[in-house]
């Protein structure tokens, strides 16, 4: 479901239980002497993400980071370079952030990737032996933001099934109180520089995919200002601007919007309730921007045609600049006091870095470089819909027609990019072509491409991508006996799906943590992905049940055809196990040709040997059944 975008998700540990039906040799590391395949390379080589700069205290940083192939916080002094492995998890840490005096490193605590935990900190600089403190003293939750003031004011959301969402102010030498608690989906963004007014973004309207916007003051808890565009246009808040030179609060939220149809941003003064829109005359829409040290300026990501690529822009004039990579995707950036801009960039032939503007690289990750891979084509496909968006892959100098494995993206609300993926390249590697579509549903094309997959969710996708299949078999790159199906979380979803509504096009199914049965996937997911639920289907399955029923996979099951390999986290709490076992109960039943692989862990991997694991299974499993 959402927020697993890729095919090397979050949170998934190590030691799975053996796989059913998998080849024995699976599992098995290279022999001593002999050389690790390249694929393998990749997933194992050192990964490293944006550092993220405490503001008071701008050299001291915390970032993600591989050591001994399991992601991990780590403190890094950008003026001495020194970085320092702050903890130290079997299945690795991913939530991490630091406070704006840079004193403290805050990090989520799960259990096994189950994603339902307490914030924890520790001194910045400090390693994994150091104890660490749990500050809030709250019961174990599903994060729903934190925001961390200048002052010592701390404001956490939290969900849970029992009551929705909650989120809860901490003030120095206090303990936490009630801010807001609501049924449906809310998060929190930023404090203002005075930690004085917070902002929140909330489905109270009752459409989690399209929130409105709430500023209220963190003492009293009373509402300050309220904005919400309406039904189908969403708003979200990303930052107060930083202090004055004087050193008093800025009033200004910057905040996302989408009223001409696409990613847009505004200028919100929340106190005097006005704002000026930032309208950009550039292709695409935007991800994301961040204030400039000066409140004067944005750095801003722009989504176009599948590459996200960085723009410096006047917020008094709106005019934009564009700075940085001109190719690939640049994944994260943060603007410097100095003026300068970090950035996290790569494409699909060249591995992520860690640059400035001047393409300096700032920070490498431990271990071994990655092998390169190939560079994507693009593909446009007239669909049902609009132009669909491809990307292609293919062996260097090969000769079609190729088996082509067609993977589906997950979220579903995101979009494939021109960046690295050991996951796609591991597929090249083997002599396939792999295309990654950008269905309906997906962001970077507008607002109307996103949102045109509630029209039959999963259905509306499928469409799609069985059109750039089609076209692919047409112009002699894909061999139409050997087309597979593969994703993970809404890809996985989707690959269920395609395998029993479109039966005779697949020849296999590769589905990692799918969404396998849906009205059983509603009742044991986090709440947080309910009220998403019901934002996507206009209800819950007992509201609007033959929506459900329709889009559902195991509606389908019994048109299965080719064989499928599932791969399902025990702990998952989006995808959750029991449905999964609902689903391959049915295929059991009809004695469909499958297989399984599980793991005592949740939606993805942190951890290096897992994510190999699961690439050597699925190869395994395509060479074993692919004609």
Same mark, same amino acid.
């Given at each position: 479901?959402?927020?697993?975008?890729?095919?090397?998700?979050?949170?998934?540990?190590?030691?799975?239980?053996?796989?059913?039906?998998?080849?024995?040799?699976?599992?098995?590391?290279?022999?001593?002497?002999?050389?690790?395949?390249?694929?393998?390379?990749?997933?194992?080589?050192?990964?490293?993400?944006?550092?993220?700069?405490?503001?008071?205290?701008?050299?001291?940083?915390?970032?993600?980071?591989?050591?001994? @192939?399991?992601?991990?916080?780590?403190?890094?002094?950008?003026?001495?370079?020194?970085?320092?492995?702050?903890?130290?998890?079997?299945? @690795?840490?991913?939530?991490?952030?630091?406070?704006?005096?840079?004193?403290?490193?805050?990090?989520?605590?799960?259990?096994?990737?189950?994603?339902?935990?307490?914030?924890?900190?520790?001194?910045?600089?400090?390693?994994?032996?150091?104890?660490?403190?749990?500050?809030?003293?709250?019961?174990?939750?599903?994060?729903?933001?934190?925001?961390?003031?200048?002052?010592?004011?701390?404001?956490?959301?939290?969900?849970?099934?029992?009551?929705?969402?909650?989120?809860?102010?901490?003030?120095?030498?206090?303990?936490?109180?009630?801010?807001?608690?609501?049924?449906?989906? !809310?998060?929190?963004?930023?404090?203002?520089?005075?930690?004085?007014?917070?902002?929140?973004?909330?489905?109270?309207?009752?459409?989690?995919?399209?929130?409105?916007?709430?500023?209220?003051?963190?003492?009293?808890?009373?509402?300050?200002?309220?904005?919400?565009?309406?039904?189908?246009?969403?708003?979200?808040?990303?930052?107060?601007?930083?202090?004055?030179?004087?050193?008093?609060?800025?009033?200004?939220?910057?905040?996302?919007?989408?009223?001409?149809?696409?990613?847009?941003?505004?200028?919100?003064?929340?106190?005097?309730?006005?704002?000026?829109?930032?309208?950009?005359?550039?292709?695409?829409?935007?991800?994301?921007?961040?204030?400039?040290?000066?409140?004067?300026?944005?750095?801003?990501?722009?989504?176009?045609?599948?590459?996200?690529?960085?723009?410096?822009?006047?917020?008094?004039?709106?005019?934009?600049?564009?700075?940085?990579?001109?190719?690939?995707?640049?994944?994260?950036?943060?603007?410097?006091?100095?003026?300068?801009?970090?950035?996290?960039?790569?494409?699909?032939?060249?591995?992520?870095?860690?640059?400035?503007?001047?393409?300096?690289?700032?920070?490498? =990750?431990?271990?071994?470089? $990655? =092998?390169?891979?190939?560079?994507?084509?693009?593909?446009?496909?007239?669909?049902?819909? @609009?132009?669909?968006?491809?990307?292609?892959?293919?062996?260097?100098?090969?000769?079609?027609?190729?088996?082509?494995?067609?993977?589906?993206?997950?979220? %579903?609300?995101?979009?494939?990019?021109?960046?690295?993926?050991?996951?796609?390249?591991?597929?090249?590697?083997?002599?396939?072509?792999?295309?990654?579509?950008?269905?309906?549903?997906?962001?970077?094309?507008?607002?109307?491409?996103?949102?045109?997959?509630?029209?039959?969710?999963?259905?509306?996708?499928?469409?799609?991508?069985? !059109?750039?299949?089609?076209?692919?078999?047409?112009?002699?790159?894909?061999?139409?006996?050997?087309?597979?199906?593969?994703? $993970?979380?809404?890809?996985?979803?989707?690959?269920?799906?395609?395998?029993?509504?479109?039966?005779?096009?697949?020849?296999?199914?590769?589905?990692?943590?799918?969404?396998?049965?849906?009205?059983?996937?509603?009742?044991?997911?986090?709440?947080?992905?309910?009220?998403?639920?019901?934002?996507?289907?206009?209800?819950? %399955?007992?509201?609007?049940?033959?929506?459900?029923?329709?889009?559902?996979?195991?509606?389908?099951?019994?048109?299965?055809?080719?064989?499928?390999?599932?791969?399902?986290?025990?702990?998952? %709490?989006?995808? %959750?196990?029991?449905?999964?076992?609902?689903?391959?109960? !049915?295929?059991?039943?009809?004695? !469909?040709?499958?297989?399984?692989?599980?793991?005592?862990?949740?939606?993805?991997?942190?951890?290096?040997?897992?994510?190999?694991?699961?690439?050597?299974?699925?190869?395994?499993?395509?060479?074993?059944?692919?004609?």
């Amino acid at each position: 479901m959402s927020d697993v975008a890729d095919r090397e998700p979050a949170h998934l540990a190590a030691d799975p239980a053996v796989p059913l039906g998998s080849s024995p040799a699976s599992d098995a590391p290279a022999e001593p002497g002999q050389e690790v395949p390249r694929w393998e390379q990749r997933f194992r080589a050192g990964r490293i993400g944006l550092p993220e700069w405490a503001e008071l205290a701008p050299q001291r940083t915390v970032v993600e980071a591989t050591v001994g @192939g399991v992601l991990e916080a780590h403190c890094w002094d950008a003026a001495t370079g020194e970085l320092t492995q702050a903890t130290s998890r079997p299945e @690795g840490t991913s939530h991490v952030t630091i406070d704006p005096a840079g004193e403290w490193v805050w990090w989520f605590d799960d259990t096994a990737g189950d994603e339902h935990g307490v914030w924890r900190r520790q001194p910045w600089g400090t390693g994994p032996q150091i104890p660490t403190e749990d500050p809030l003293g709250l019961l174990p939750a599903y994060s729903a933001g934190l925001a961390l003031g200048r002052t010592g004011v701390v404001v956490v959301g939290r969900n849970d099934d029992e009551y929705g969402t909650r989120i809860e102010v901490l003030v120095p030498g206090g303990s936490p109180g009630l801010l807001y608690e609501h049924r449906e989906d !809310a998060w929190v963004a930023d404090l203002s520089a005075d930690d004085a007014l917070v902002a929140i973004a909330h489905s109270e309207h009752g459409d989690s995919r399209h929130h409105a916007l709430r500023v209220l003051r963190v003492e009293g808890a009373g509402t300050v200002a309220e904005k919400w565009d309406g039904p189908g246009k969403g708003l979200n808040p990303l930052a107060f601007a930083p202090a004055r030179p004087d050193g008093s609060a800025d009033p200004r939220l910057l905040v996302l919007h989408e009223r001409r149809g696409r990613g847009e941003l505004l200028v919100w003064d929340v106190l005097a309730d006005t704002e000026q829109e930032v309208r950009l005359e550039v292709p695409g829409e935007v991800a994301a921007a961040e204030w400039t040290h000066d409140g004067r300026g944005l750095v801003v990501l722009v989504d176009h045609d599948a590459r996200t690529l960085l723009h410096r822009v006047d917020v008094g004039t709106g005019a934009a600049e564009p700075i940085g990579p001109t190719e690939g995707s640049v994944w994260a950036a943060t603007a410097r006091p100095d003026g300068d801009v970090w950035l996290a960039w790569s494409s699909a032939a060249q591995p992520t870095a860690v640059r400035n503007l001047a393409g300096e690289v700032l920070l490498r =990750p431990t271990g071994a470089v $990655a =092998p390169p891979s190939v560079p994507v084509e693009d593909v446009w496909v007239d669909g049902e819909g @609009g132009r669909i968006h491809a990307l292609l892959r293919r062996p260097e100098g090969a000769v079609g027609p190729l088996p082509l494995v067609v993977e589906a993206h997950g979220g %579903p609300t995101h979009h494939d990019t021109d960046s690295f993926r050991a996951y796609a390249a591991a597929w090249v590697d083997a002599g396939c072509a792999v295309v990654q579509v950008n269905y309906r549903g997906s962001t970077g094309y507008g607002s109307a491409w996103r949102d045109a997959l509630e029209q039959r969710v999963g259905h509306t996708e499928l469409a799609d991508i069985a !059109a750039v299949a089609d076209h692919l078999v047409a112009t002699g790159v894909a061999d139409p006996e050997r087309l597979v199906l593969a994703g $993970a979380s809404w890809g996985g979803y989707l690959t269920l799906l395609g395998l029993g509504t479109q039966p005779e096009r697949w020849a296999l199914g590769l589905a990692g943590v799918p969404v396998a049965d849906y009205v059983a996937a509603y009742e044991d997911e986090m709440e947080g992905l309910k009220s998403f639920d019901r934002s996507l289907f206009g209800g819950s %399955p007992a509201d609007v049940p033959e929506k459900y029923r329709d889009s559902s996979p195991l509606t389908y099951v019994g048109a299965v055809r080719a064989p499928v390999l599932v791969l399902a986290g025990e702990n998952d %709490p989006r995808c %959750p196990i029991r449905q999964i076992e609902n689903y391959l109960e !049915a295929l059991r039943a009809r004695g !469909a040709a499958h297989e399984v692989y599980r793991y005592d862990a949740g939606h993805g991997s942190l951890v290096d040997d897992e994510r190999v694991r699961q690439m050597r299974v699925e190869l395994d499993f395509v060479r074993r059944h692919l004609p």
